[in-house]
């Protein structure tokens, strides 16, 4: 059974960084594309970042480009996202998210919430 | 750079039939594959249909995926509405075949 499970969310001032990491089970992760995606309060889903399975393609939304960084250790099964240089607007649930699993199924975590706030 | 508009919400009656419709604004709607997530509350999406009209394993035949070229739209059609079914829809397809572009979402309400 595939299981993503993200932890590392809390309460983080304006300007201070923060690393999510995503830990996967029940597939064989180092062969699978994964995604970061977040929702605001009350609002819809918005993707974050695109890792590779070898984690040599990575791709950025405009609003998090130079302060998000993606990578992922394919020996610990673990996905990561470093955030830096939070803003207010960063307030999310943020998900990673399998994509394209056998056959071709997109699996999400529960979620981990980040809230920036002075 | 494209985007995918749903409706704000809709509402059926148990055991009736529903459409959610996602709109693309540029390029073919199927030059992408759509796929299709539940979202109820305060839990996290899942699956509900991708590549345009596939269910994947455990998902009732009760709900289905399209797409039209016609409209440049895609299409989840939900039947024999169930109260379980109340939920947050949302579509999703590729830009240059890799970024999630994802529709606001529809609130669906099964009164």
């Known amino acids: 059974e595939v299981q993503l499970v993200e932890s590392g969310g809390g309460l983080v001032q304006p300007g201070g960084s923060l690393r999510l990491s995503c830990a996967a089970s029940?597939?064989?992760?180092?062969?699978?594309?994964m995604n970061w995606v977040r929702q605001a309060p009350g609002k819809g889903l918005e993707w974050v970042s695109y890792?590779?399975?070898?984690?040599?393609?990575?791709y950025y939304a405009d609003s998090v480009k130079g302060r998000f960084t993606i990578s992922r250790d394919n020996a610990k099964n673990s996905l990561y996202l470093q955030m830096n240089s939070l803003r207010a607007e960063d307030t999310a649930v943020y998900y990673c998210?399998?994509?394209?699993?056998?056959?071709?199924?997109?699996?999400w975590g529960q979620g981990t919430l980040v809230t920036v706030s002075s | 750079n494209f985007m995918l508009t749903q409706p704000h919400s809709v509402s059926e009656s148990p055991g009736k039939t529903v459409t959610i419709s996602c709109t693309r604004s540029s390029g073919s709607i199927a030059s992408n594959y759509v796929q299709w997530y539940q979202q109820r509350p305060g839990s996290s999406p899942t699956t509900v249909i991708y590549?345009?009209?596939?269910?994947p394993s455990g998902v009732p035949d009760r709900f289905s995926g399209s797409i039209d070229s016609s409209s440049n739209s895609a299409s989840l059609t939900i039947s024999g509405l169930k109260t379980e079914d109340e939920a947050d829809y949302y579509c999703?397809?590729?830009?240059?075949?890799?970024?999630?572009?994802f529709g606001g979402g529809t609130k669906l309400t099964v009164l």
């Open positions: 029940g597939f064989t992760f180092s062969s699978y594309e």
């Open positions: 999703q397809s590729y830009d240059s075949s890799i970024y999630w572009v």
């Open positions: 998210a399998l994509v394209c699993y056998i056959p071709c199924v997109d699996y």
């Open positions: 590549e345009d009209n596939q269910r």
């Open positions: 890792i590779s399975s070898s984690g040599s393609t990575i």
